[in-house]
Nanobody, 122 residues
Framework: PLVESGGGLVRAGDSLRLSCAAS????????TGWFRQAPGKGRDFVAS????????YYARSVQGRVTISRDNAKNKVYLGMNSLRPEDTAVYYC?????????????????WGQGTKVPVSS
């Protein structure tokens, strides 16, 4: 199971770091992705990281403002966001891909967290 935390109301221009905690066994073949779903819209890729080599991938819409990272010892993946904008308002989800592809496609992820809300006020 995956559990997200760190969401909450922020103001435009603020920074925030979301955490994704994974319980159970993880392997070097995993990848973790962050997705977000704005009100009334579909679930969009934000960033992903491959556990085998820590390679990262970002959506163009957030590149430069978002950093994905992992802490092996704590079995956690983080999503750091800065210069937040009202259009970043969404429920943010982390997901695990057991085959380690770190894809932008949500269908390729096997496990999902329950999501954490990030409202950004103007």
């Amino acid at each position: 199971p995956l559990v997200e935390s760190g969401g909450g109301l922020v103001r435009a221009g603020d920074s925030l770091r979301l955490s994704c905690a994974a319980s159970g066994r993880t392997t070097g073949s995993y990848a973790t992705g962050w997705f977000r779903q704005a009100p009334g819209k579909g679930r969009d890729f934000v960033a992903s990281i491959r556990w085998s080599d820590s390679r990262t991938y970002y959506a163009r819409s957030v590149q430069g403002r978002v950093t994905i990272s992992r802490d092996n010892a704590k079995n956690k993946v983080y999503l750091g966001m800065n210069s937040l904008r009202p259009e970043d308002t969404a429920v943010y989800y982390c997901a695990a891909d057991c085959r380690g592809r770190a894809s932008y496609a949500s269908a390729e992820y096997d496990y999902w967290g329950q999501g954490t809300k990030v409202p950004v006020s103007s």
